[in-house]
């Protein structure tokens, strides 16, 4: 604990003083703590983002390897993995299934074709042609 200097005026007040210095080191050791607090959590966190990229990065990879062996079941092709996809995804399984359990994402991949941007917009464009032509 820090000292005191206690003193009493001719009118009985008290005047405590306490040791400058004192309260500066132990505002300068404050700080320092909050500051390897921070640095500490900042760290565990940009691990964290690390490990999560790392995985994310590894499947992706994966999945793209899987996608140009396979190629697409309607015209077979294999040049790009970026243009091939599953059929009928999802818009909300589509940002998703990355982050799947591998044992579950392996299942969904096996129950899906492989079929490329090309294909999908053709089956969209007659699949959409088809129904507006039907109703007039």
Known sequence: ??????????NNNITIKNDINDDHRAWQDYLRYKEDKYD??????KEREQRYYKKYN???YWLNKYKQSQGCHVCSY??????????DLDRKTQ????????KKLIEYIR???IIC????????????????????
Not at 1 to 10: A, C, L
Not at 78 to 87: I, M, P, R, V
């Open 78 to 87: 294999k040049d790009n993995a970026y243009a091939l996809s599953f059929e």
């Open 95 to 102: 940002n998703n299934y990355i982050k799947w359990q591998p």
């Open 40 to 45: 500490a959590q900042y760290r565990k966190r």
């Open 58 to 60: 590894r499947r992706r």
């Open 1 to 10: 604990m820090k000292d005191i200097k206690i003193s009493y005026n001719n």
């Open 117 to 136: 941007q090309n294909c999908i917009n053709i089956k969209f464009k007659e699949k959409f042609y088809s129904t507006v032509t039907s109703s007039s």
């Open 111 to 113: 129950t899906k074709k």
